[in-house]
T-cell receptor, first 114, second 109 residues
Framework: EPEVTQTPSHQVTQMGQEVILRCVPI?????FYWYRQILGQKVEFLVS????????KSEIFDDQFSVERPDGSNFTLKIRSTKLEDSAMYFC????????????FGDGTRLSIL | LAKTTQPISMDSYEGQEVNITCSHN???????ITWYQQFPSQGPRFIIQ???TKVTNEVASLFIPADRKSSTLSLPRVSLSDTAVYYC??????????FGKGTKLSVKP
């Protein structure tokens, strides 16, 4: 079964540094998402992306965050000037339709800000 | 998006059938009901989705009464590996998923 893959599995970064989290969605999917989950808390929606532009974003997704699909396979989340509270699991997901279709999640990148 | 209410936790033993009920009183006409499963340190995994009546796949069954104000996820003969958090989500007309706290299912030997 096709999978969403995310790299790295664990990223440790000093506060204030920039990080890029990478995702390879399922190849025929057109809709891409980033979610985060702070330890012990709910999975929270960050942003959705379709046709090379952001479709929707949450209040969490402020100017510190950006997404990009630099080529035909990768989907990245960049966090500038990281803060301690950015420490979380970040999940990438993809689907072949936006509505009513299940999203397929990767196993996440654990981001630890020191 | 319709708000969902589900038990915070449930315990079961191996081999038993587990039923997790989710309340969604404000479900809209075009909303679907979707259940996800999440193991520790893994991403959520789609289990099953339905609109009304009953849906069954190789993993679970989903029962939805006529008024659609609740739904029940049924896991037949659970094993230790079914220990996970189970999320009930209602909606789907938009792309973003809104997760609640889910139900933490603990299966004991």
């Amino acid at each position: 079964e096709p999978e969403v893959t995310q790299t790295p599995s664990h990223q440790v970064t000093q506060m204030g540094q920039e990080v890029i989290l990478r995702c390879v969605p399922i190849s025929n999917h057109l809709y891409f998402y980033w979610y985060r989950q702070i330890l012990g808390q709910k999975v929270e929606f960050l942003v959705s992306f379709y046709n090379n532009e952001i479709s929707e974003k949450s209040e969490i997704f402020d100017d510190q965050f950006s997404v990009e699909r630099p080529d035909g396979s990768n989907f990245t989340l960049k966090i500038r000037s990281t803060k301690l509270e950015d420490s979380a699991m970040y999940f990438c997901a993809s689907s072949d339709r936006a509505d009513y279709q299940p999203q397929h999640f990767g196993d996440g990148t654990r981001l630890s800000i020191l | 998006l319709a708000k969902t209410t589900q038990p915070i936790s449930m315990d079961s033993y191996e081999g038993q059938e587990v039923n997790i009920t989710c309340s969604h009183n404000n479900i809209a006409t075009n909303d679907y009901i979707t259940w996800y499963q999440q193991f520790p340190s893994q991403g959520p995994r789609f289990i099953i989705q339905g609109y009304k009546t009953k849906v069954t796949n190789e993993v679970a069954s989903l029962f939805i009464p006529a008024d659609r104000k609740s739904s029940t996820l049924s896991l037949p003969r659970v094993s230790l590996s079914d220990t996970a958090v189970y999320y009930c989500l209602v909606g789907g007309s938009q792309g973003n998923l809104i997760f609640g706290k889910g139900t933490k299912l603990s299966v004991k030997p």
